[in-house]
């Protein structure tokens, strides 16, 4: 069983959207997944209660003390991946969450306050996670260049940055008040597509390439 973590020092940054466009997605491809719900606001709980209980993925509304219970949980019950939704800060709720994933994404938005939150993200990071970090810019604008000035920042500051940019698309939040997510709402979309690859380079990243699917499949 493999856990991804999204950890953020800032609040809407995406991690819940890229929470359920993966979990969506890797369900899509026949891999059992959780999310686990640290987030107080139940955002991703809201989101699976529109869903309905029969569709997957699973959402489990989660706490901090009972997170190593749960993933045991859910490693005895077949789960392939889990993904766990932290709330907007750097709390002792997702350190808890990062020191128990397998790979761990830090969403930010590429500007100067979201930028300065990422420095307090990695730090707790790299004092508690065991596991690979990188940032993921989020709500990337149509203007490329803004984007690839912040990668340099984040790189310059020796945190590594994910290659995949997830940019302010309508297509990834007109689907979430019917419970759904961009990869099954509108599958051949751009939003899609930046969903899937996201999807392959995490494989990658867990040493699990052989899973990867082409952007075609989505």
Excluded at 41 to 64: F, H, L, Y
Excluded at 119 to 140: D, S
Excluded at 156 to 179: E, K, N
Aim: with cysteine; charged share 20%.
């Amino acid at each position: 069983m493999k856990i991804v973590s999204l950890v953020s020092q800032k609040g809407g940054v995406g991690k819940t959207t890229l929470a359920m466009n993966l979990a969506v997605l890797a369900e899509k491809r026949g891999y059992a997944t959780v999310v686990f719900d640290l987030d107080p606001q139940a955002s991703i709980t809201k989101w699976k209660d529109k869903r309905g209980a029969e569709t997957p993925p699973d959402v489990v509304p989660a706490q901090q003390g009972r997170l190593k219970t749960l993933l045991a949980l859910a490693q005895k019950q077949g789960a392939w991946l889990v993904i766990i939704d932290t709330a907007g800060s750097a709390d002792s709720a997702a350190l808890a969450a990062a020191e128990v994933a397998d790979l761990i994404l830090v969403p930010a938005r590429p500007n100067g306050l979201d930028l300065e939150a990422v420095e307090t993200t990695v730090r707790v990071a790299m004092q508690h996670a065991k596991r690979p970090f990188h940032v993921i810019l989020t709500q990337t604008p149509s203007q490329a260049s803004i984007a690839e000035e912040a990668a340099e920042v984040i790189a310059g500051a020796g945190v590594s940055v994910c290659p995949i940019r997830i940019g302010s698309r309508l297509d990834y939040r007109h689907p979430t008040p019917d419970g759904k997510a961009a990869v099954e709402w509108r599958p051949k979309s751009v939003a899609a597509r930046e969903v899937v690859h996201l999807w392959d380079w995490m494989c990658q990243q867990l040493g699990i390439a052989e899973y990867c699917e082409t952007t075609s499949a989505a």
